[in-house]
Each structure stands twice: as C-alpha cells, then as structure tokens.
C-alpha cells in the first residue's frame, strides 16, 4: 500500500515542473509590455513581456506548516469539515493556504449547507460571520463574480475564509443570513456593488447608492466616473483616463 | 466706558445697509450640516477650545427654518444631494453657505461616481474653505470672512449694480493661464 | 386598544396633508423619518421610526448618504497612495484604518517579520491615543445627543489634547496618512515623547473627572440603564464586536486573540461587563481609556532608537522627513543621497514615486481591533502596483443591524441612547 502511495507521489514529483508549467499559461494574461504605452516605439526589448495574473493556486495536505504558528490549525480544520459536511464534502472545489490564511473555494449550491455546518457543528463553531464582499474578475469565464466569506471562531480562536463563484450571465448565489444574521447588510452591499443576487435574502435592496441608480458601480466595467478637472486652462483627467506605468 | 459715552448726544449716523449688515452678521445662526470629516473639526470649534460663541454664533442649530447660515462640512454624496438642496431651499432667505473643506468645494481626492464633484453644482456657495479637513482656525477665519461680506452687502438698487459689477469685473479678470504646450 | 395595519406617514410630504389623513383615520401608528440631517442621529444616519404613541415598535435604518467609493478609488491609486483613502473612511479611527490596511499589504507581500520595531511601537502607541480621542467623541456627541453639553464640551476639550499629540507627530490633526505599508511616514519628532508623557501625566485626572460627572450621575443613569438592551447571542449573531460585545459580557478583543504590531508584549486588561444596555458600553469604553493609557506607557519604555522603515529599498518610502521652508518634505540629506552619491536610489525612489512597488499576486484579510469593533481588511492584489480590490468590513456598519433589535419596544428618547451608544461614524459605515 504504502509503496503504491510512494510511487504516486513519485510520479507526481516527476511531472511537477511541467504541470506548474501548463497552469502557469492556463492563467489569463493581464497585461502586456512593461512600461509606456502600446503605440510607441519602445525598443526596450519588454515590449512583448507577458504578465500572467494569478493561477488558481490548490494547495495540497499538510496544510499545516511546522514553521508557520498561524497555519498551525488548518489541518484539524479541514479534517473536521470534511468530516461534518459527510457526502456533500465533494462541494469543496479546492483548498488554499496562503499568507497563512487557509481558504475554501465551494460550490454555491453548498453555501447554505456549509454555513450552518461552519455555525453549529461543536467541532468547527465559527460564530461569527465577518460579512460578505464581491470580487469581480471580467476575465475568468465561467467565474467572473466571487464572493468572499470571511468566518472567525471564538471557541477556537480560528479563522477561515470561504469563496464561492457565479458567472456573470447566471448571477445568483444562495444567501446565508439565515444562518448568519449579520450578513444582511453585507449581502445587500455585494448586491449594490457587484449584482450579485443573493438568493433567499430577506430584502435584497440597495443599501449604499440611491434606489434609482443604474449600474454596479464597483464592477470592473463599470467606470470610476471621475470627470476632468480644469485649472487655469489646463486639464488634469480623472484617475482612471490617466497615464498609468502597469 | 462703552460705545454709547463716544456717541453725540446718543446719536449713531450710519446708512441702513451698514445697520443691517452689522445687524446681520453679529449672530448668525448656523444650521449644521455635518457630512464627514470637517464636520468633526465643526464640532470642535463649537467646543471651549476654538469657541465660535466669541462670534455670536454659538447657536449651532439644526433646524434650517430658523438659520440662516449653512455649513457644508464634508463630502456630498449623490445620494445625499437632494437632502441637501431640499434643506437649503426650507432655509427662509437671506442665507448664506459656506462650502467647508475641499469635498465640500470640489469634490477633492474623490473624483469618482459617489461623490458631487463640488457643492455649488446645488447650491450657491459663499466662502470657499479649503483643507482636508481645515482646521479650526481656518474655519474661523473663513467666518469672520464672511461676516465682513455680510456686513458690507449693499441692498437694493445698489445690490443689484454690486452684482452687475463684480460679474464685469470677474469676466474682464485673466488668470495667468498654464500654456498647453 | 385594536392594532391596526392603518399608519399616518409623516416621513415626508406637506404638513396639511399629514394632518388631513391623521384626522381622517383612526390610525395610532405614526411612521416618523429621522435623518439624514439630523443632530441626534450622529452624521447622516437616516431612521425611519414606526410609532405608537411613544413607543417605537419598528426602526428601520437607512445608510448611503456618504458614500464616497473609496474602495473603487483605491483601485486607480498605487498601494501607497491608499493609506491617503483609508484614513479617510472612519475619520474619527484613521489610525485604526491605516495599520489594517498596511497589515494586509504586508502580508501580501510577506514582509510582515521584517516591520522594524520601533515602527511597530510607533503604530501600538498611535492607535491607543486614537482610540482614547475616538472615545472621547463617542461620549461627547452622546451627551450633545442627549442634552448634556458639559459632557460635549469636555469631551471635545480632552480630545485636542490627543489631537496636539497628533499634529506634532504625523503633521495633521485628522487624517493622517501616517501609517504606510513596511512602517511610518516619519519618526518621531523631537519633543514628541515629552509631550505624549505630558498628556499621560494629565490624562487620569480628565478621565477621572468625566467618570465623576457621569459614573452616578441619575440623570444619566435613567438615560442610559437597562436602555437598548443587546445579549450575547444577539451580539453574535449580528456579528456586533468591540465595546458593545465586551459590554454584553465576552471578554473578546483582537489585542489578545489575535495579536498584531507586537500587542502579546504588552501588559493589559481587558474591560468588560455583563449589563449589555448603554452604560455597560459607556463603562466599558472609559475602562478602555484607562488600559491604553497604560499601553501607551509601555510603548514609550519600548521606543529604541532604530529605524521607521522597512530597509527594504524597493518598497520603504523614504521616512527621513524635515521641515524645510516650503513645508515638509524629505530631508535634505536623502534628496543630497539620492542626486549626487547614489544613482541606485535615484532610481528607487523614482520608481516608487510615480509607479510604485508591485504586490504579489493573492489575497489577504488582517484585522484589528479599532475604537468600534474588529476592523477588517480584506485586499486582493493582481501582482500590478495598484490594488485589484480592497474591501473594508468597518464596524459601525455592522453594528447599525442592531438598531432594531436594540430600538424595538422602546421609547423615542431611548433611539437615540442606542444608536449613540453604538457610536457610528457614517464615513466607516458608507465607505
């Protein structure tokens, strides 16, 4: 047995470097050159500098780093969730642990479940539920909305963060303030910046811009909406129309 | 040892716009509208520390019906500037606005979809007070500025060719321009 | 007495024509709009009030009025540049906003084991008198609130105490921008260390003498005991942190459960009390006041000389400030290093200046305990020199959810004690 596990591994070290590879390209491109804009004649030779965003990072067990105090409940975290999630264990995508903070990506189907499991369960207790926010990402397809959930557990002293993702044509993902009253206002929050429509909310309005506003306005296609401030004839264009070095 | 012992036979010649004005900007009484930051240092000043009461204006009401000063103390936001507009118009006439803070003057650092990028796109504004946020002695010269404008506001007819004017005097005015090139 | 499903809408219209439908209707509900100009409702809170008679038996809250889109500015501006932004959220914290914001940017670059001490100190020691001067206001504008102006006026006169302290270190009363990511704008300037002992030498005698006006006085104790009850369970499940937890009886501070800037070295308490209504939250805080003074203290035993900055060239602001006669600006003996002897840190600084340093790829939440409650920061970076996305969880926004469940079945007066004994500040609460 162990000896088949040996050999897995192995071959899972062997193919590493390539596999890193396939996800590195696998990773939208963000930006292209380094400095200046597109149209000039830059003959520094970093023109044609691709820059990747991030790949999804999947950490693999032990989560726990020896050398890392703040990692040092992750792995008896993950064990227990997985444990009281039982069948609908597989909703979890994938695991992350980074900047020792550990993060659940899940499907948002499992949403609801998962938050009265992360809430009532003796062995996870995280009785606090730090809200909600949105991350748009235009160019992750399929995903483009993310929504953040950031637990904490007295009883342990832990805390986690949970994401879950909807694509931008089919914005919905379950709400969990039943389970979490206090995510009232942050989901109605995530709804007035991000559009994404928390099913199973009480009173999904807007909260922060007026009732009649149009638009998302914390959305990456949504402008800042600056305008161009004159002084003595001269123009300064908003923050988001100005030269930018990235 | 008072104003009166100087005067001639308790007699005080002065022309009704002066009267006024004097009547005018010795207690005027603010109506708050404390929006962020500035509205602090506001506060502050009404305090024992900066004391606007040395300027009869320690009345700091909020009830616009009975003010006749506004203090725009901080950012506008889009949604807050019908609130704003509808208080300045409950405000009975003559008023007068004081746009505190560089939100407040011209949206400032937050140039962006929230925020009304400068009060007097609502209102009219009469003193300008620039700082993020002014501090309390800026806010008190601010005010003793515009006690000066109140009090030597003309009235009527003469109102009527101040106006005219100063609008020729502001259009005949060149600012040294930044060259384009 | 029937209860009926008919209201009298007074939040709005003309006046005649609330009279007309009162006198029209048998209706004893009378819905009420408080705000969002209003001098009891701390900033531009609007409460919508359904009445009968003069009890409240429904407060729905409105917020937004001061939404600034601070987080989607940030977006254009370089990581450095956001410290300008966050301090502006909760201006009565800024300090508080500052250090979550750095925290998180360093842990995203991973530097946090590299934060110089004294830099560390300098943050500890700035936050404690922020909070002393955020509680402070937090006392004055609930006495204004509730008519009692000594109480306002005393307040505000011991908060520029701090304020002084303030100015003399980062230059500014509010808004300071001191704290950046990999350490603080400048060092201390001389006489700072002086002038915070001063105030520590001064400041129990004024706290003192605020709890002798307040701790007994029966009118305020008939305002403030058993008002705008709030429980434990209440608490968690509103997600309600801060002084307001502490004051329904969990000794829960981030100081402690989760230490940051080096909080484990210190020697503290931490104040609590089981009343859970508005003078448990006002005894709670003024305790509060007390222990950092005594932070404080340790942070000035605790100020070795060293530097202020990351030494790290790529990402350290040069924080060797003076005065010169156009203002403050950077000393002359960077600006003689950086022009005549070394052509590296021309470069590195230039780089800073206009582009900035680049964060690398991830995301990162760090919290701390603010003045409010547990301040959170949320930052997600995609490897360029300007934030992806920064999300603030402010405390005062989660706290309004508990205006209903403290407000409903109370009296009007005591609407105001609750939300006062929250201590909202809406440029936190909208963002």
């Known amino acids: 047995m162990s000896t088949d596990n040996e050999r897995e591994r192995d071959e899972e070290a062997a193919r590493l470097p390539d596999r890193m590879g396939e996800e590195r390209l696998a990773a939208p491109i963000k930006r292209t050159g380094m400095f200046g804009t597109g149209t000039s004649g830059d003959t520094s030779g970093f023109g044609l500098l691709q820059v990747r965003g991030s790949a999804p ?154 009732d009649d506003w149009h638009g998302h306005p914390q959305r990456k296609d949504y402008p800042l909406g600056g305008i161009p401030v004159e002084y003595r004839g001269a123009t300064v264009p908003p923050p988001d129309q100005r030269r930018s070095y990235t | 040892m008072g104003l009166e012992e100087k005067l001639p036979s308790g007699v005080l010649l002065g022309t009704v716009e002066q009267v006024v004005g004097l009547a005018r900007k010795s207690s005027m009484w603010p109506a708050t509208f404390g929006l962020a930051c500035c509205a602090i240092e506001m506060m502050a000043v009404g305090g024992p520390h900066y004391d606007l009461a040395r300027f009869g204006m320690e009345k700091f009401g909020a009830t616009p019906r009975q003010a006749d000063l506004m ?17 300045y118009d409950q405000m009975p006439e003559p008023k007068w606005v004081i746009a505190m803070g560089v939100c407040a003057s011209s949206g400032g650092m937050f140039n962006n979809y929230a925020i009304v990028q400068g009060v007097d796109h609502i209102v009219p504004v009469d003193i300008y007070l620039p700082g993020c946020p002014p501090r309390p002695e800026m806010f008190l010269d601010a005010v003793l500025k515009l006690h000066d404008k109140v009090q030597n506001t003309k009235l009527g007819a003469h109102r009527e060719q101040e106006i005219t004017e100063t609008e020729e005097r502001m259009l005949r005015r060149s600012l040294p321009l930044v060259s384009k090139d | ?191 700072a260390v002086g002038k915070v002992r001063e105030l520590l030498k001064e400041m129990p005698e004024r706290i003192k003498v605020m709890r002798k006006l307040l701790d007994e006085n029966p009118v305020y104790l008939a305002r403030t005991k058993d008002v705008a009850y709030l429980n434990l369970p209440g608490c968690m499940a509103l997600g309600v942190t801060g002084p307001l937890l502490r004051a329904s009886g969990l000794a829960y501070d981030l100081r402690k459960a989760k230490p940051y800037c080096g909080y484990e070295g210190y020697e503290f308490d931490v104040p609590v009390s089981d009343g859970g209504d508005v003078y448990a939250r006002y005894r709670v805080r003024i305790a509060e006041m007390e222990e950092s003074l005594k932070i404080i203290e340790q942070c000035l035993d605790k100020l070795a000389p060293g530097p202020v900055m990351i030494e790290d060239a790529k990402i350290g602001w040069p924080a060797k400030l003076a005065l010169g006669p156009d203002g403050m600006g950077n000393s002359p003996d960077h600006i003689a290093h950086i022009m005549s002897s070394s052509m590296e840190a021309l470069i590195h600084h230039f780089k800073l200046v206009t582009e900035g340093f680049r964060v690398p790829a991830g995301q990162a939440y760090t919290a701390v305990e603010s003045a409010k409650g547990e301040l959170g920061c949320y930052a997600v970076s995609d490897g360029g020199t300007r934030p992806y996305r920064v999300h603030f969880r402010d405390p005062s926004f989660t706290h309004l959810q508990a205006v209903a469940a403290m407000c409903e079945g109370g009296t009007v ?19």
């Not at chain 3, 006392?139 to 701090?162: K, P, Q």
């Open chain 1, 57 to 210: 990072v999947s950490s693999q067990r032990p989560f726990t780093d020896p050398d890392d105090p703040r990692t040092a409940d992750f792995d008896r975290v993950a064990d227990d969730l997985e444990a009281a999630l039982g069948d609908s264990a597989g909703a979890v995508e994938r695991v992350e642990v980074s900047h020792g903070e550990i993060t659940f990506h899940v499907l948002r189907e499992a949403l609801p479940e998962l938050a009265r499991v992360l809430r009532d369960d003796p062995a996870l207790r995280y009785e606090l539920c730090l809200g909600v926010t949105g991350v748009h990402f235009p160019d992750r397809e399929g995903r483009e909305l993310h929504a953040v959930y950031q637990f904490r557990s007295i009883t342990h002293n832990s805390e986690i963060r949970v994401t879950t993702t909807c694509p931008d044509t089919d914005r919905h993902i379950p709400s969990i303030v039943a389970v979490y009253p206090t995510n009232d206002w942050h989901e109605r929050e995530a709804w007035d910046f991000f559009g994404i429509v928390f099913d199973g909310h009480p009173a999904l309005t807007r909260i922060q811009m007026p």
């Open chain 2, 71 to 87: 203090v725009v103390a901080g950012r506008v936001s889009q949604k807050m500037a019908p609130v704003l507009r509808q208080i």
């Open chain 3, 1 to 191: 007495m029937t209860v009926t499903e008919d209201y009298i809408d007074a939040s709005g219209g003309d006046w005649d024509d609330v009279i007309e439908k009162a006198q029209a209707t048998s209706a004893e509900r009378l819905v009420v709009n408080m705000g969002p100009q209003h001098p009891s409702t701390h900033g531009v809170l609007r409460l919508i009030l359904t009445l009968d008679g003069e009890t409240c038996t429904e407060a729905r809250v409105a917020i937004g009025y001061l939404h600034t889109g601070i987080e989607k500015n940030m977006e254009f501006r370089t990581w450095t540049q956001g410290t300008t932004f966050v301090t502006r959220m909760d201006y009565l914290t800024p300090l508080f906003n500052e250090t979550a914001y750095c925290l998180a940017v360093e842990k995203l670059l991973g530097v946090e084991d590299r934060i110089p001490d004294r830099a560390s100190v300098i943050r500890v020691m700035m936050m404690e008198l922020n909070r002393m001067a955020s509680h402070f206001v937090a006392m004055a504008t609930f006495g204004m609130e509730l008519g009692a102006t000594t109480v306002m006026t005393n307040g505000f006169r011991e908060r520029e105490m701090i304020l002084d302290v303030f100015e003399l270190v980062t230059g500014l009363r509010m808004n300071h921008a001191y704290v950046r990511p990999g350490g603080v704008a400048q060092d201390l300037p001389p006489g």
């Open chain 3, 413 to 431: 007066a005591d609407v105001i004690a609750a939300v006062a004994s929250i201590d909202p500040v809406m440029g936190g609460v909208d963002r």
